[in-house]
């Protein structure tokens, strides 16, 4: 399937994302988060939140999903599906946290790179630039 | 001082942040940035970034001053100035990583709270929401 | 393959913590660091480093390995293999950062999980217990 | 008050960690933690621990006081004491978690920095090499 494919049907994207909703580790806040991220070339990989005694070493579903990608090769993305709740039910939408913007920001085009944020009813549907305008891109320091 | 003061004339919080660059801690980028954070009740805190080795555990100037502030129990904030560059010249724009501006969303009200950032030639203002929208507050958890 | 079978070859694991070091992401340090882990049923994820423009959202080789395992549903771990260079040659030994240490923590028992560490003639093994000492573990929140 | 003169009596350190403890900011974990970090020239800063919604922007104790101070100039530091518990009670000993350790390392000599760690009843000692063992120091990056 091509990454075009998928995003003409979000909702695959958003079911992955379900799935992997179901691995995440959250003893401590009980918020359990799944992401399921689209390659240009059309591969899926997903991730979930990873928490951490320490807090600081915790890491959220979208950047799991990110780095499974990127230490399997792939650098140009077009897409990310996230969804969080409690107990495995979807409770609202959980946008991406300052971080994972970043994150994305490093791999992503500001413009064409999509967020699909599951919500209990559906989704809503956000491009990067919407969620980190005025962003710290990696021009600012490969420009040198 | 009060906070409305020193809104009214954002340069001297640029002024503060241009000397706080000079102590930034920068030995793997060789970027240095300068933050000055204005309380609520017009108190000034100062930040640099100060880099590590291992790369992750490094902390921006923003958030250096956030956490200066916090930690002598200020907690509702005004407005952060930011400036950054090479060898101590303002070289542009450096507009706050994710990493910070969610630190920010954890203490400002995302429409009051005002990021100038300093350019080789004067500054922008920008507000919170406007460089974090759909951002991902503390309300997400709070609420349970 | 069982766990008991690859430790009794950690080469095994060096050589895939090498091949992985291929696919890392490093333009700030160009440095490269590639982690084998190994799951106690026997089950192998690789990672990599991946840098960011902003430093701290950078995640290590040993981090992006144990996210992925944790996220395909593995919770208990038998050993970790680090190497760590530039341009593709093992240049020194790497040992883990204090974060990735923290990240070890959450999941790995301290007596017996084994890190080995690449060097350029061959490979150190140590407890996770000899490397991060009176850790701070998952325990010293969970007793609540 | 010289830095040596402060070694001699660390429970002044303890003491300014306890009143640093009472400004955490900790609505999450509700585990409160305060460090008073000594500086070679007998300096003392002091820092608490300050959470975040998204967990991994969150800020330990220690990692604190280590900003404030090389903020301020600081760059050699002799010790450093760290008191936790819950409602402003010592609940046990809180050794720093790796992330925090990998920021010593950043500016702390491994053999001669100090950390104490307060308990109910007392006081532990460690060397920072004791806690961080074959470390990841920044000679590995800036020998290149």
Known sequence: MTAQTVLQTPTLLIDRAKEAMQKAYAPYSHHYVG???LSEDGRIWTGCNIEN???SP???AERTAIAK???EGARSFAAIA???GREGHITGSFPPCG???QVMAEFCC????LVFLGTPTGFETHTLRELLPS???PSALQGD
């Open 58 to 60: 915790s890491i959220c």
């Open 69 to 71: 990608a990127v230490s």
């Open 110 to 113: 500001p413009d064409t790179f």
């Open 53 to 55: 005694a320490a807090y």
């Open 135 to 137: 962003g710290f891109f």
């Open 99 to 101: 971080v994972c913007r």
């Open 82 to 84: 996230i969804v969080g």
């Open 35 to 37: 992401a399921a991220l």
